[in-house]
């Protein structure tokens, strides 16, 4: 399979036992199949299309070598979601909003970029936003730390501002014609790795907006759920603070009911995004930015299990047919595993 999709690159024309052997892989994977809404009817035409759409984005986005480095995730992930998009967007009236949800380290901005660029070939424009273009500024999380000493960090809900979240998505969803939509944006690296708001962007109105983070899509569970929580939630104090995050994620849900379609992505092993965080460290290390050291980056991790534990807010989305329309297995070397439509339990 990986030659054949090295051909992606060459551009010849594939033989004929190539196509064939394509739309075999296909075949075999029924569920794959249903996630995108492939067709036995169309499944030829499919496949032909999605093979010249990545043969033209290989051509078009040299600047991406991820490309390259993960043609299997780009065959059974990127190109059938970004052509899955395209045609929801053109049964829906007005522009689409897909959430992405995935812990620390799952692919998200990587995702989004991908999709955008595969997107901007299919005629439409896409635009990424995060929650974290959402975090309250950098005086106002001074200001909420003084008042709850235990939000150490931003991350967990209580720490954006969840009102210019809902007029964002609002405006979005209906634009009037020839609006300009202004666009939070937050840098990460100010105030020694805080953070703060920057200058917001403005575009005109995209055709599909991709909404991550790490908690898009979450909702609140039952409190009993902390009863015995699984680790790092060990000490009474880490149980109460857990169960005042769960009470502050309910804030969260009208900007959730903006979302069209949701996607998790699940890593394996939620423990991966320690390892992944790490690796993304070391990387900034080499390239002369100053990174996190290990302790540091444990502690960062776990504060965000401790707030919206991952076996708690994420594994039941994974069986929520009503909430849920994607869910992309994740490897520990970032490459996709199992994609499906959730199966109800
Ligand atoms: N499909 C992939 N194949 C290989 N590496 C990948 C893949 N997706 C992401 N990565 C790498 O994994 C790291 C994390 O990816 P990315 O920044 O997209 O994740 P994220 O979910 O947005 O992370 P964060 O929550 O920290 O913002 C990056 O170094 C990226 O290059
Ligand atoms: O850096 C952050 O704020 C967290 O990783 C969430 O994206």
Request: glycine share 6%; charged share 25%.
């Amino acid at each position: 399979m990986i030659e054949i999709l090295q051909s992606l690159a060459t551009g010849s024309e594939p033989p004929p036992e190539h196509w064939q052997q394509l739309l075999r892989h296909e075949l075999n994977n029924p569920a794959h199949m249903a996630a995108f809404g492939i067709t036995h009817e169309q499944l030829e035409t499919t496949i032909r299309q999605r093979y010249k759409l990545g043969r033209s984005l290989l051509k078009h986005n040299p600047d991406l070598p991820i490309l390259w480095e993960q043609l299997p995730t780009l065959w059974e992930f990127w190109l059938p979601l970004a052509m899955q998009l395209s045609q929801l967007r053109q049964i829906l009236n007005r522009p689409l909003v897909q959430g992405i949800l995935g812990g620390q380290g799952t692919g998200k901005t990587t995702t989004t970029t991908v999709i955008s660029r595969i997107l901007n070939l299919l005629n439409y424009q896409a635009i990424s936003i995060s929650i974290d273009d959402l975090y309250k500024t950098y005086a106002d999380r001074q200001r909420l730390r003084e008042q709850d000493p235990r939000l150490i960090w931003r991350g967990p809900p209580g720490t954006h501002d969840i009102d210019i979240g809902i007029q964002l998505l609002d405006q979005l969803r209906n634009p009037t014609p020839g609006q300009k939509i202004t666009i939070p944006r937050f840098d990460k690296s100010l105030w020694n790795g805080e953070g703060d708001r920057i200058e917001p962007q403005q575009i005109e109105a995209p055709d599909i907006i991709l909404f991550e983070g790490w908690f898009v899509g979450c909702k609140p569970v039952e409190d009993q759920a902390f009863n015995h929580p699984p680790p790092p939630i060990s000490t009474d104090s880490d149980r109460q603070f857990a169960r005042e995050i769960n009470h502050q994620l309910k804030e969260y849900l009208p900007l959730w009911e903006r979302l069209d379609r949701l996607i998790v992505l699940n890593p394996v092993d939620y423990r991966l995004s320690k390892q992944w965080r790490a690796q993304a460290e070391q990387e900034m290390k080499a390239s002369g930015k100053s990174g996190m050291t290990d302790t540091e980056i444990n502690q960062f991790v776990e504060y965000f299990w401790k707030s919206l534990h991952p076996e708690l807010f994420i594994n039941p989305l994974l069986t929520d047919s009503d909430r849920v329309h994607l869910v992309v297995d994740i490897q520990p070397d970032h490459s996709v595993g199992r994609v499906y439509k959730p199966v109800p339990r």
